[in-house]
């Protein structure tokens, strides 16, 4: 599975940013989808995942009511809507998916930086 993300970028605080990953290779077999970030100096942490069949959704608590996480299932892409962005919202982001046999994929990253 190869993940691709896109739509990084930088923003003022209170704006908003929407994250795209386009999966491909054995998309039949995806069975959780979803985003992480990491940020300068601190541990990769759950941004949010998604169930590729159920749509069932889990966030961080630092982020609920702001960001929404979504899935085409024909496209087989992940969508990551950032609404209300604040400062500590800087990181990388990268999307995540993990196949029926629990095998992880991790894409390469966008850069989200949220000024002041």
């Known amino acids: 599975v190869e993940l691709v993300e896109s739509g990084g970028g930088l923003v003022q605080a209170g704006g908003s940013l929407r994250l795209s990953c386009v999966t491909s290779g054995s998309r039949f077999a995806i069975n959780v989808m979803g985003w992480y970030r990491q940020a300068p100096g601190k541990q990769r942490e759950l941004v949010a995942t998604?169930?590729?069949?159920?749509?069932?959704?889990n966030y961080a608590d630092s982020v609920k009511g702001r960001f929404t996480i979504s899935r085409d299932t024909v496209r087989n892409t992940i969508n990551l809507q950032m609404n209300s962005l604040k400062p500590e919202d800087t990181a990388v982001y990268c999307c995540?998916?993990?196949?029926?046999?629990?095998?992880?994929?991790w894409g390469q990253g966008t850069q989200v930086t949220v000024s002041s």
């Open positions: 995540y998916v993990k196949d029926l046999w629990s095998n992880e994929y």
């Open positions: 998604i169930g590729r069949s159920s749509g069932s959704t």
